[in-house]
């Protein structure tokens, strides 16, 4: 039977993780570890400095889980190094509250969880969804439809157990907020150019001390065809490969014909190169 894990960054709490868990029983053994609180935009951190804690407790169909204080990619790494009774086959991350496009995803801890499954060697999915209602309370889940987010999921854990899926790829898979007959298909899309709206906004001042905000104005994106972003906009379920190879084989070609010996200013003997 294959070992599932399900981990996220919303918390072990959310709704988001309750809908993927119940779409992967029909699929395999599922063991949940997930963080005891919202670690969402944590990206790849860790915990080096302190122990982690961790918890057994109930999701909110009653079913068991682990909660700890560490980080989506703690919990994966608890899980490698013998947390579960065996190891997982598979990571499933997510379902995310809100959607992991672009350059979204160098922030995200649902991504991070799952490409810290394939750096260990083990195929990965995250999952993320986009709010129904943008007005209803975003955290309890009422904006949200997982339906289609979590069918989809489940039905691709098979195709990345197979021997011809390619190695140490994850599938970032987003969904729009529709319900599943609204959905007019699933796409392959590269990732979009997210445009940020930031700004610097002095909170308050308490003598030498001053609290600012510099997150939180609406973001954009870059209109482009093929992108995960013109999945969503269209109606799809959007399915970006990811690996974590980050050289750049161009700029290798690049710094090999200026030589970068000669920007080492002495060879090592100490005279000029």
């Known amino acids: ?83 579960l009774d065996e190891p997982p086959d598979v990571i499933v991350s997510g379902i995310n509250l809100g959607l992991n496009l672009g350059d979204d995803v160098t922030y995200s801890g649902t991504v991070a969880a799952a490409l810290e499954g394939v750096l260990l060697g083990l195929p990965a999915i995250a999952v993320s969804v986009q709010a129904t209602d943008p007005e209803a309370g975003q955290w309890d889940g009422t904006a949200y439809d997982f339906r289609a987010a979590a069918g989809f999921a489940a039905r691709m854990v098979p195709r990345v157990l197979t021997d011809d899926f390619p190695p140490r790829v994850i599938l970032n898979v987003n969904a729009p907020g529709l319900a599943p007959e609204a959905i007019t298909g699933a796409r392959l899309s590269r990732l979009g150019r997210r445009v940020y709206n930031d700004e610097l906004t002095l909170v308050s001042t308490d003598g030498p001390r001053r609290r ?62």
């Open 1 to 83: 039977m294959t070992n599932i894990l399900v981990t996220n960054d919303d918390g072990v709490t959310s709704p988001g993780l309750l809908a993927l868990v119940q779409a992967l029983r029909p699929h395999g053994r599922v063991s949940v570890i997930a963080p005891d609180s919202n670690r969402s935009a944590i990206g790849r951190g860790i915990t080096i400095h302190n122990p982690l804690h961790v918890e057994e407790v109930e999701l909110e169909d009653g079913s068991p889980a682990l909660a700890t204080d560490g980080t989506p990619v703690d919990c994966v790494r608890l899980a490698l190094l013998g947390l």
């Open 212 to 273: 600012y905000t510099i997150y939180g104005a609406g973001a954009s994106h870059l209109r482009e065809e093929g992108t995960d972003f013109a999945a969503i906009e269209e109606g799809m379920i959007s399915v970006t490969p990811m690996h974590f190879d980050l050289t750049d084989i161009g700029g290798m070609d690049h710094l090999e014909r200026v030589s970068l010996a000669g920007l080492l200013g002495a060879d090592a003997t100490g005279r000029d190169a």
